[in-house]
């Protein structure tokens, strides 16, 4: 089993800055993919910022420029710099990691979700 645990979280005002982070632990071979979701009030979960283990990047739009993401391999930890916040970045913030296990089948993991209030 593999666990994703998040931090970071909170309230800020419009305009602020926030940092996510996410650390994997468990039993497992590698992990692949290693991202951020978030699902804003009413609304589905949606894709914030993905990253590989080749280090290749994928942002929604509506971040780009804005949010960071940053991994470290070495300790199985992704983290989100989110900067000039909007109101419409509130949300449910989940950990996405795809995990090879040790028998190399891919697997989906997420986070328990922190929430990030955005305040105008």
């Known amino acids: 089993q593999v666990q994703l645990v998040e931090s970071g979280g909170g309230l800020v005002q419009a305009g602020g800055s926030l940092r996510l982070s996410c650390a994997a632990s468990g039993a497992f071979f590698s992990l692949n993919a290693m991202g951020w979701y978030r699902q804003p009030p009413g609304k589905q979960r949606e894709l914030v910022a993905v990253?590989?283990?080749?280090?290749?990047?994928n942002y929604a739009d509506s971040v780009k420029g804005r949010f960071t993401i940053s991994r470290d391999n070495a300790r199985n930890t992704v983290d989100l710099q989110m900067n000039s916040l909007k109101p419409e970045d509130a949300g449910v913030y989940y950990c996405?990691?795809?995990?090879?296990?040790?028998?190399?089948?891919?697997?989906?993991?997420w986070g328990q979700g922190t929430p990030v209030t955005v305040s105008s």
């Open positions: 996405y990691a795809q995990v090879l296990s040790i028998l190399k089948k891919e697997y989906d993991f």
């Open positions: 990253t590989t283990s080749g280090a290749s990047t």
